[in-house]
């Protein structure tokens, strides 16, 4: 059983990841090689590494803040079986 207490993400937090995801997706599959799609520039890619590295620890930072608030609080949810 997990007990749910933390859980924050935003329109910004999908935002980020979708864009992420789409973009990186396109390298990483077979049709990429067979299709002869370009790979992103070295500093294309340190940038996109540099802005999840800065959004990482903001994320966690919320989820420590959630999950401080919902000590005193029972879970919002329990999802059995996991």
């Given at each position: 059983?997990?007990?749910?207490?933390?859980?924050s993400?935003?329109?910004?937090?999908?935002?980020?990841?979708?864009?992420?995801?789409?973009?990186?997706?396109?390298?990483?599959?077979?049709?990429?090689?067979?299709?002869g799609?370009?790979?992103?520039?070295?500093?294309?890619?340190?940038?996109?590494?540099?802005?999840?590295?800065?959004?990482?620890p903001?994320?966690?930072?919320?989820?420590?803040?959630?999950?401080?608030?919902?000590?005193?609080?029972?879970?919002?949810?329990?999802?059995?079986?996991?």
């Amino acid at each position: 059983m997990i007990k749910v207490r933390q859980v924050s993400a935003g329109v910004n937090d999908y935002a980020q990841v979708n864009a992420g995801m789409s973009k990186y997706s396109n390298y990483a599959h077979d049709e990429a090689m067979m299709n002869g799609v370009a790979v992103s520039e070295p500093d294309e890619l340190l940038a996109d590494i540099q802005l999840l590295e800065n959004w990482r620890p903001a994320v966690q930072k919320r989820s420590e803040e959630i999950a401080k608030k919902s000590k005193s609080r029972p879970p919002v949810s329990t999802i059995r079986g996991a």
